[in-house]
Each structure stands twice: as C-alpha cells, then as structure tokens.
C-alpha cells in the first residue's frame, strides 16, 4: 500500500471506542486498578506497552523541551503542607460543584451534568428531525445506545424549538465559564435532575478536590497531594535563579504524579484522580515579554478558538499563524505564542492528528483573575474536546503571593546600564529598641514592617503623622501593635538606583500526560478494511512501546541461532524489541503485533540461517523488504529515531513479497 | 596525576558530613521540601543536579534490570483502598515503636533511641579509655560534637564496666530484631529516657506508618499512599502472566514513588516521608528455583553478614563467592543468588565504594514468618550501615492472601509432559438449591466453598459426616450459614491431572533509590589534599548529572563562534553539558564543577579559534589532553557510554599542559 493508500484505509472502517477499548485492556495498555478488588473509579495502572509508551512520550518531552531550552528540572514531593496551598489559593477555590441526589446518596458534577443533559437533548432533536451525521459518530452513537439509555433516561427523539436548540448550543459552548449558582440556576430553568430517576437534585455545593492527609505521628501538620507539579517549582525560585547565575528569563521544569479527587469520574484515562504531569515554569521579566527564537515558530498556522467567539456562542476556530496571532494581540505576547507553537510542535511528534488539535482561549469568568492570557491545548476524542495542555501567563501572581505570606523576597536583581533616579517611600527601624520590647517575637515584627508595600508605607506614614504611632496586627501576638516615632520613620526619598529589581512573571505550559496519551491512541486507532476485527495501533516509530517484532518463520530449530544472533545485535543497538517465536501463525503474530503498536517486523526464514539476511516490515502498509541485518537495523534506526520517511529510509533495500504472508493476511 | 595517585589522594583530607552537605545544598543538589515555609521534615526536593543523577540512575536501573532480563514494567496507582492493605498485612503490621514523652510531647522512636543512646554511651567510654578512632572518624565526631551535645545528654566521657560494652555491642548488632514489647524492657534496664532531659518516657506503642484518605467526594473510601511498589505488580498477577503468554518465570518491575509517615525522621535523605522505589517481582516456580544464568554470576565474591553471626551478637561479615553462597545453604537458592550479585553488579556501575557494602541476612524474628530467606544490601556512611536494597524470597505469601481474600485464582497453567495421578480433596456444590436459599448472596456462598485448602476441606468432610451439615461465616450474612449434604458433596478422588497449577513464588529485589544516591555522595566525596575547602564528587561519567562543562577560557568575542559550534555539536550527540561563560577564572570554573560532579572540561582557547582544537580535562586527576572535537566526543563518549578507562579512551591523544589552568590550580 501506498501512503495514500494507507491514508484511506485507515478511515475506511469507521472508529468505535469499545472497539479501541477492548484492544487496549486486551493488549494490556491499561486497566482498571485494584480490578480484583472490584476496582476504585478514576484509577488506572498501565501495563507493559502502555509503560513504556508513557516513558517514550515523557522521554521526547524532556528532549524537546528541557534540552532544547536548557531549563532546569526539579522533583519536589507531593505531599504538601496546607499553608503552602493556603497561600497559593487551592484550599480556597481548587474545587469543582458537587450536587447530591438526597434520595438515591448518589453525588454528580454539576457542569458535567448539565451538559450531559443537554447534549442528550440536543442528540434526541437531530433523531427527531431525522438528521444524519457522519459515519464515526453514528457507529460510536449505535455503540453508545444501549449505555445511554441507563444512563440518561431523558434521551428520546424528541424534536426541540429552534429557538431552544440554539440557546442549548449557547450554553454548550459556554460551559466551562459557569460559576455554582449560575449551574443551579441552568438546572432549575432546563429542568435537569438526577438523569436515570429525573428527581430533581440539591444546588451545587463547592467541593474541594485535593486529598487531604495528616503529616508526622501527632496529626497535627494537616497536608495534601499536590494537585499539581507547579507550588515546588515557584518556592524553589531563588535557588533555581541562584543555580542560573542570576539571569532570566529561565525555565524550570517537572515532571510527576498529581491528584485530583474528582467527584465522579468516568470518562476512562481521560478523567482520573492521580495522573502524570509535565510543567514548565518560565520566569520572564514583565516589562520584555519578547523570545529570542520567535522567528523560528511564527509561521506555523494553528486553529485558534479565541475568547470573543466563544462568548457568542460559537464553536468554530480560526486559523492563522502565531505571528499573526501574536501581533493582532489575540496572543498577549511573544513567549506565550512561542510556547503555544513548541506545543503544537511537540504533540505532531508524538502522533497527535493535527486535526483533530485546537487552542481555546479561556473566557473572561473561566481565568483566574491575575492571569494575563491563557490557552488551553485541546485535543478532539469520541467524548468531545479535551483539554489536554495549558498554556497561561499567570503573571506575578505566584511568586508575589508566597513572598507575601513569607516575608522572603523572589525577586530578580538586575544590573542597570544606566542608574535610575528612583523616588519612594522608605521605613527605617531603630533596631535596639524592638528586641527589649519583643524579644524573641522582634524579626517576625520586623520583617513585616520592612515587607510593607508602596501604598502600605504612603498609609502608615499618613497614619504616623496623625496618630503619632502606627497600629497593626502581628500572627502570633495577641491585639494590636503599636509603635510610635522613636521605633519608626517613614519617608518618602529620592535615590540613584544601579540595580532593578522585579518580581518575573510566570509562563506555563502544563501538560497531562495520560490524556495526550488516551488521545493519541483514539487518533492512531484504525481497522483493517479488509477484516474489520483486526484493529491497528499507529504510533509513531519514536514513540511505540517497542520498535520491533522479531518473528522466526517457524519454530525450526534451524532459525534458533540466527533469532539468537539477531536479538543479540538489537539488544547491542539498544532498540527496544520483543521475540515472538510462539508457533501461531505468522499473520497472527503480526496481527498481534499491529495491536500492539510495533512499527517493524524482522521475519527470519530458512534464508536467513544460509545468508544472513531478513525481511522487514512495515506495520501500516505491511510493505516488506530484504536486506543484511546491519542494512535493516540502519533502516530501523532512521526511521524512529532521524525521523526519515520509509520510503526514504529503506531506498537501497530489495522489496520483498512472502507468499506466506500474503496468504496469512 | 596517575590512577594511584588519585586514589591516595581521595584518602588524604578527612571526611566530613557537613563539608560534603554544603556542597550538596550550595549546588542544589536537594534542599529542604517548603523550606521558604519553615520546612517540614522528612522531605526534600531535587534541584536540576540531584534530579539529573537520580534520572540517570533510573536509567541505569532499567537497562541492568528490565531491558536485559526482558521484565514486564508496569506504572500503577499510589492511592491504594484499605481492603488491599488490609490483606497485605500492612494494615495491621506496617509500624514502627513510637515512645512519647508526656511532659514535653516529643515523640521518639524507640529502636534509633535505643540505638543512638547506647552508641553514644559507647563513645563516651572510648573517650574515657583513651581510644583513637581513625581519621575519618574523629573527623565526622569533631564536627559531630556540638550538634551531639546538644541532641543526646548523656554522652560523657563515662568509662563502662567490660561486660557492660558487650552488652551494648550485643543489643546494638541485634537491634533490627526487637519487638515493641523488648524495646520497652531495654529502655527500662538501660535507663533510656528522653536524650536531652533523661525523663522516663511512655512505653513503646506501635504507629501505622502509612498516609491516610479519602477517595471519592463521599468520604467513605478508606485509602492508603502505597508504603511500596510491590502490591500493584501483584493485583495485576494474571494479566501480567496472559501477556508473557501464561510462562513462568517472568519478572514485573516497577519505578515510583511511596511514602512513609516517619515518626522522627532526622538523618537528611536516608529517612524520607517520601520517596523513590523500584522493585522488582519475579515470580519462580517453588520446585524449581534455578536460574539459567547463575553460571555467570557465580563466581563473583561478596561481603556476607549471615544471620548465625548477629545472633551471636558479631558484625564481622565473611567473604565468599555467590556460588559457594549458594551451595552451603547460606543463601537458600540460586535466584535469590543471582539477583544479590546482579545487585552488586548495579551498584558497582553507578559508583558504590565495593568496601562499603555488605550483604546482611535478616534474623529469624526480624524476618516476615512467610519469607523463605531475605538479604539487605547495607552500605556504610557517616550513619552507620544502612539499609539500601532488600532481596527477599516472599514464598508464595502475596499472591495467596489476595487470592483467597478476594476468590479469584492467581496461579500458574502448566501443561505436564507426563500426566500425573492426583488424590485430593473435592466439593461439589447442588447449584440449583443456592440461588433459592441464598438468592443475590449465593456467588458469595459459592465462592468461598470452592476456594477452601485441601486442610479446609478434609476439615469440612469430617464435619459433613459426623454432624450431618457443615457451618461457617459468610460476611454481609447474618449469623451462621448451615447446609447438609443436599446441598455439598465432600469427597476424596484420584484424577489423571494432563495440567499441573501452581501459585509461584516471588523473589523481590526492592531499591530505595533516595538512600542508594545519597550513599554515592558520600563515597563519592572528596577534599583535594591541596586546598581542603575545595570538594570533588568523582562520580562515574555514565550517572554524572553532566557530563561536559564547555568554558571558553575568556569572554572574548573571536571564542564566541567556536563555543557556539561545538555546543551544537554537542546537543546533536545528546551528550549533557553546560556552558560557563561568565567571567570568573577558569580554576573557579571548574572548582565549581568539580562540586558538580561533572568528569569532564572542554576548554576552548584561541588555538581553538584557528584550528577547531580543543582541551579535554578529567575531573579527577585534573589531567589534559588535546584534539579534534570530533576525536574529544568520541574519548568522552567511550569513557562514559562504553566504560572504557581514562587512559585507553584518550590513548591516541596528545598530552596538554595549560599554563593558565595549572596556574589556577
């Protein structure tokens, strides 16, 4: 088969998940964990091939992103005191809305079940109106029916108002922007309730999503999983800047566990609550948002959702380049969009289809408040679009609140060329008097005095002048401090600075890694045409759990000494192979194999034990050719790791037709 | 320098924990978890070098285990529901002795208590008699001496009866082996109390060390972050098996993190809340624990501390080679032989002093009452030898409770050349009386008469025929469940078996990762005799966290095009390396780089400029020699990938003797 060939086949027979399913807990990508146990809802264990793809995607990640940039990486733990997470605002607002079914104890999430709901709704109008959709999506409706209906009892085709249609699709396209009372509001106005009983539910409740657990023998020191990678990473600013010699913009990066006790998690990989984590962290001065290598990205068109046509309810991306992006300011600045293309980048090299890729920028009410712009990567799936990366400048959020509530400073000090003239306020301590009057409380007392921003000085100082003292709390100490004149001054003074100093804002791109992963496999999921059962995964080469089948043509024990010889050399040439010398049919291993994701297959025959030469096949055309086993190493070598074409990579080698396997496949 | 020189002189200036804590801290190597928020002790973060070395390790890891044993990885979840833990034994016997002191609150751990006031008790009396420690020794207590003081009270320069220091000694050799009950009575006799008042403290009552929470938005799902990797590779038994085509022996690993919840941890990385795993669960056939490639590791000689000695109160180990290990029944079988010396083999690649580590086997109460026999791989630091790596032959304990926890069979097919005659104990059910009888609960019922032990079952026989009914306890049925021999038929019958089924047994080697690198940081360390201030980690070039700083010997512009060329050439051999291009002399440069660890300089002059020459310098013996770029990374990528020597990888090169940098030196 011809690429073009291949390209057809492969939409030929049209994707069901089930089917997808079934080959990857068969093959043993994954599974449930605790199976035997009856299993725990939104944990999963990954099995060999699915192991070893995650180390190969999380390999090309540290390749592309951490050498390529020379960021620093950290491995922080994950368990986390609450002050920390306190401070960052996660105890506060990392939740989602949780509504209860006081009838049946059954507990859902409030946005995922109004669109749900809706979605059902809007499916039962399209049957109503005897719409048809594509060839995908009505094998995977058939497939879904029986579930669907135990699980949604509402759905019927029932025909709706156009006018009810439109305003559904609205609140669709808007869903992630809700707060907890807007949701309560929408189920009460579209009558959503319990979706099996119909009963209706209690409003939205704020539900906390970390785990929470007690450090140390006494309990006392309450902590929690980290809900992601990122807390270590912003408190470990100043060592990481000390390690950079100082200079920004740098990067640090992460890669681990985190944990998100999702209420109700069903979506498989793709909702779980402990999943693998990359993060980067990149300081950047606030006032220079440009990137050295901009020019290398800015061409690169990419299907773009903005804010301002979600807020009209639309769906539809546009395309245009980051440099257009970035000048048009639909991107706010240069590293953003230079990330937003090493994203882009990065998930072609791992098999993601490219269209079946998005950046939605989040709405107005969906950013945290401080965030200057922030892009979500999403990836489309049989449940709908995902976000599987974000992309946000957070500005100087982060690191100005941990300093804050520390009283340490996470600032860059920067060598000015020219010195500035600098007005401003200034506080100074008399030092000897806060040790008799504070004793072992003094350096808390005065770290917060000497903590105090520009409008908090202009403040105490107006304060001074009034009262004649200045009045505030200290944690720690009970009712109010009070220090006059003979402790304090605050001045307001005009000096010669040489050096700047300023809080960097943050860039980060955060990458799920298991749903880039589940998404890949639905993106590289296609059926033979000819025999609709035999399912094949098509990874690329760089990235599949193992690269090459080694397949004696029997199990002769002539063929013994050549399979021998040639699992030594690859071991030698570290390509990650498996032996298939099981005495099934050579159409079956392969079959096999193609489910299983490897690109290449070595067939040994009774040719090989005389001359020493081998076939090689390839997985998606199942085109094969002869050569030496050095010739088909090299061959293998180019491919998976230089990224060259098979047809270019195999140009000097014989092709090679196997009656066999003809007849096998 | 020559080899030999080098060697002496790693030996000249003592070794000291706090010299070597600075460097690591100084160049980030780890740091204290949150220490912007005080801390929390028993958690540490990686920064970029020790996140490099322990990634390198890793690496090293997989390929000595799992690439060349053709292991199954899996990557399964931390959170783990109470039931499984419940099985496993951790539940109930997964604690450490903890004494509290009622007055202060402090709480202890009654065996390091144990064991650090004895210890210091046996100081003090060789202060008093006089004795001289070795160098490195009076070193680390020079430096020890105040911290000490403060910490543990007691130590004075006390002399102690003889039989009194034997008694010590005797304790202290058998400290691993006490019950919470014996640690108590050693506390009472020894008049341990608390280190810094000597006030009597409470009896040692035993502390589950292991994180508790919830899952799932309810509240209700007990759970438990993993004390271990091992449990999931044991849930997953039957896929694992399915996938390696149902043959035995095959081994699972696993790479993670687990947690701990240490009473007081205190010793930096040894004892951590958190930390990095790898196991490694082979599953054998009990009748045949041969290894087809002990052969190759037989020969290989090794410190063995076996139980027989600590009971007798010795901590000298004997040396011997594996296979006489094996042989004599020390080591007691050749799998658990070959995976000690495989062990060694691994840490000898990633750099473990052999003359520091010594392979102790556990005591007869120290050991899990299933465990066939268990080996710790211990090596030796400033705290005392220390338990790195455990090797245990499990039996067939796991795989049984689970099994019969949860009536699902975990065993092993094995079809038998010639069929054998099997007697046993059978029970057949009257299937169609238990749906009536017990209606939903009747798999239950069944479930559990079909998985009773041959003992079970002839128990079981003789109850039906003298009684005329068998009872016994269902969970979630009330009361007693009774059936006569309408409803079960017990009975002895003699059967030709074509299959033989089996529950294999496990050998585990299990890493804990963290203890492993901060081993070779100590064994790595060392003062260069000429300036004592300036630290060297000789780390081996395959684990070094970089491998190449690249300094251009001045900031001068004509070097700029050269440093950039072959930092190119460089990445594209992906080999790791930084640039120091910041002002400071080249001496300080690679100073600095000594303390990172790196084995090797490229230095870039004019010369370089004009002739595409460089300099490669070796870390340890700070000797030079001079090349083509080209002929530089290929001696750098031998010495490092392939192991070759120093000497022999840079054989064809021409000696370099640098004025600037001998000057500096």
Redesign the interface.
């Known amino acids: 088969m011809s690429v073009e060939e291949v390209n057809k086949a492969r939409t030929t027979v049209p994707f069901t998940r089930e089917q997808l399913e079934s080959v990857l807990r068969g093959?043993?990508f994954y599974?449930p964990?605790?199976?035997?146990?009856g299993g725990?809802?939104g944990?999963?264990?990954?099995?060999?091939p699915?192991?070893?793809f995650?180390?190969n995607i999380v390999d090309v990640w540290r390749?592309h992103f951490i050498?390529e940039e020379d960021m620093?990486?950290?491995?922080?733990?994950?368990?986390?005191?609450y002050?920390?997470l306190k401070t960052s605002g996660h105890v506060d607002k990392f939740s989602d809305w949780?509504c209860r079914d006081l009838k049946t104890?059954e507990?859902f999430r409030a946005d995922h079940l109004v669109e749900e709901v809706l979605e059902a709704r809007l499916k039962g109008d399209k049957e109503a109106r005897g719409v048809v959709e594509d060839a995908n999506a009505s094998a995977q409706a058939d497939a879904d029916k029986k579930k669907r209906k135990k699980k949604v009892k509402q759905i019927k085709a029932v025909k709706l108002e156009d006018a009810v249609v439109e305003e559904y699709e609205c609140v669709l396209a808007k869903i992630d922007g809700y707060s907890g009372e807007q949701l309560g509001e929408l189920m009460v106005k579209y009558n959503i309730g319990n979706p099996v009983t119909g009963e209706p539910l209690e409003p939205p409740k704020a539900?906390n999503l970390m785990?929470?657990?007690?450090?140390?023998?006494?309990g006392q020191?309450k902590?929690y999983?980290r809900p992601e990678t990122a807390q270590?990473q912003f408190?470990?600013f100043n060592?990481?800047l000390?390690?950079n010699?100082g200079k920004t913009p740098f990067a640090s990066a992460s890669i681990?566990?985190s944990?998100r006790?999702e209420?109700?998690p069903r979506a498989g990989l793709l909702r779980v609550?402990?999943f693998l984590m990359a993060e980067i962290e990149h300081f950047v001065d606030p006032l220079d948002k440009s990137h050295p290598k901009f020019d290398e990205i800015k061409d690169i068109e990419l299907s773009f959702l903005p804010r301002d046509i979600q807020e009209a309810g639309k769906t539809e991306p546009i395309v245009m380049t980051v440099g257009e992006a970035v000048s048009s300011k639909m991107v706010d600045n240069e590293t953003l969009g230079y990330f937003i293309a090493r994203i882009y980048q990065f998930l072609m090299k791992i098999g993601v289809d490219s269209t079946k890729l998005r950046f939605r920028q989040h709405m107005a009410n969906e950013m945290a408040h401080y965030a200057a712009d922030c892009w979500d990567g999403e990836l489309k799936t049989s449940y709908g679009w995902i976000e599987c990366v974000g992309c946000a400048d957070r500005s100087a959020f982060d690191l100005t609140v941990?300093s804050k509530r520390?009283g340490?400073k996470l600032v860059v000090r920067q060598k000015l060329e020219t010195p500035i003239e600098v007005t401003q306020w200034e506080i100074d301590l008399t030092k000897k008097l806060f040790g008799p009057k504070f004793r072992k409380d003094a350096p808390k007392v005065e770290k917060i005095l000497l903590n105090l921003s520009q409008e908090e000085l202009a403040a105490k100082a107006e304060e001074l002048k009034s009262n004649g003292k200045i009045a505030f709390q200290v944690e720690g100490i009970e009712g109010t401090v009070e220090l006059d004149d003979k402790f304090v001054t605050i001045e307001k003074r005009t000096k010669v600075e040489h050096v700047r100093e300023f809080v960097p804002n943050v860039i980060e791109p955060s990458f799920g890694i298991g749903r880039i992963i589940y998404s890949i496999f639905e993106h590289s999921f296609w059926n033979r045409p000819e025999d609709a059962a035999r399912g094949v995964l098509s990874f690329p080469p760089l990235v599949a759990p193992t690269k090459v089948l080694l397949v004696p043509l029997s199990t002769h024990k002539d063929l013994q000494p050549v399979t021998k010889e040639v699992s030594k050399i690859l071991?030698k040439a570290q390509i990650?192979f498996k032996v298939d010398d099981?005495g099934v049919s050579i159409g079956k291993r392969y079959a096999r194999n193609d489910e299983l994701g490897t690109p290449f297959g070595i067939t040994i025959d009774f040719e090989s034990a005389k001359d020493g030469s081998v076939t090689l096949r390839e997985r998606d055309s199942t085109k094969q050719v002869r050569g030496s086993v050095e010739e088909i190493i090299n061959a293998i070598r180019e491919i998976t790791y230089s990224g060259v074409s098979w047809e270019e990579g195999t140009k000097n080698l014989k092709p090679f037709v196997s009656q066999a396997e003809t007849a096998a496949e």
Do not use: W
């Open positions: 093959r043993f599974a964990a605790f199976e035997l146990y725990v809802s944990l999963y264990d990954y099995g060999p699915g192991c070893a995650q180390a390749k050498l620093l990486e950290v491995d922080c733990t994950m368990l986390t005191p002050e920390v949780m104890g507990i539900f785990f929470e657990t007690a450090i140390g023998p006494s020191l902590g999983l270590g408190l470990n060592k990481l000390e390690f010699n681990g566990k944990f006790n209420i109700s609550r402990e941990h520390t340490e071991r990650p099981s």
